[in-house]
């Protein structure tokens, strides 16, 4: 039998520390090639024609982005945040100053997740990114893996117009996505309210269970409901974790009705903050309209949707 000891003895100190070196040269390279990479998107001189930088660009990775965004950070960090560059540019002619952030999210759909989330309705709809929105000194944009925030310090005659000028030069620097999650394709159409839709990563209805939500609200001879499509991981999975939230319906009043020829599993409750509830389940999706009193309407909303699934899953299903 070897003792350990003797295993030791036989290694010099100077390699412990050279294998620590190593593995602290590995992770420093690493986050410094992805700060290299996010540098990468920011405009060259000639691109950013106009324009000068007046503060030398900023990074901010998982453990450092709250010394920037304080307790916003916690939202980045919930939807995939790998790293952000700020940096403030000056037109020369007006002398205005916008302040740019780049944050790459990791994932399209982390990027597109965080940019529905701090999205208003009251935004004017711009060109740049895969969508983006005006917001009188600030202008959004998503774009592949890229959430773009430029905000203005003063408002201007120009204002509008310097914003698009840099949104574009950044825009032109990113890779060229124009399409939006799968997941929206399977939502109807008609009634759907403008900018509505949204990416819930986590917590989805206020459950921990629930994760990987989208969002849509509509408006339907006044009256206004929302419909939302939750991707579990396994059909498994997704079935008890609908029967949980079943039974969370039927504490807060009656219990529901089951409900046939809609999918694997449907039901009606009620909840207490969106009112009438019809869920149903296929595979491992939930669809679930809110708020909609018209039960025969709802269902022929989910019979639609669930038809689409299959457009948008690639697993088999039975």
């Known amino acids: 039998m070897i003792r350990l000891s003797n295993v030791y003895k036989k290694y010099d100190v100077k390699y412990f520390f050279s294998f620590a070196m190593l593995v602290y ?19 060259s001189k000639g691109k950013l024609a106009d324009f000068r930088i007046t503060e030398k660009p900023v990074t901010y990775y998982r453990d450092t982005l709250w010394e ?26 007006s002398g205005l100053e916008f302040v740019v952030d780049i944050y790459d999210m990791g994932k399209q759909i982390h990027a597109y997740g965080i940019y529905s989330l701090e999205r208003s309705q009251e935004g004017v709809a711009v060109e740049w ?16 893996r890229y959430y773009v925030k430029i905000m ?33 394709a399977v939502f109807p159409e008609n009634g759907r309210i403008k900018d509505s839709d949204r990416y819930i990563k986590t917590d989805v209805l206020g459950q921990d269970y629930f994760h990987d939500g989208f969002r849509m609200e509509y408006d339907r001879k006044e009256q206004r409901y929302t419909i939302f499509l939750i991707e579990g991981t396994t059909r498994e999975e997704t079935a008890l974790n609908l029967n949980k939230y079943r039974a969370y319906l039927n504490e807060m009043s009656k219990p529901g009705n089951e409900l046939t020829g809609l999918g694997e599993q449907a039901y009606t409750g009620k909840d207490s903050f969106y009112g009438t509830v019809i869920l149903s389940r296929k595979n491992r999706f939930i669809i679930g309209v809110f708020g909609l009193p018209d039960v025969a309407a709802a269902r022929n909303i989910i019979q639609i949707m669930l038809g689409k699934l299959e457009k948008i899953d690639k697993r088999p299903y039975p």
């Open 68 to 93: 920037y965004i304080n307790g916003g950070a916690v939202g980045y960090l919930a939807y995939g945040f790998k790293e952000a560059i700020t940096f403030t540019a000056a037109h020369h002619e």
């Open 129 to 144: 990114g895969c969508d983006g929105l005006l917001y009188g000194n600030a202008l959004y944009f998503w774009q592949d």
């Open 152 to 184: 203005a310090y003063d408002i201007a005659q120009e204002t509008d117009k310097l914003l698009s000028k840099i949104a574009g030069s950044i825009s032109r620097k990113l890779p060229d996505v124009e399409a939006s999650p799968k997941q929206l």
């Open 25 to 43: 040269l590995v992770c420093c390279l690493g986050q410094n090639s992805l700060a290299e990479d996010l540098k990468e998107r920011i405009p």
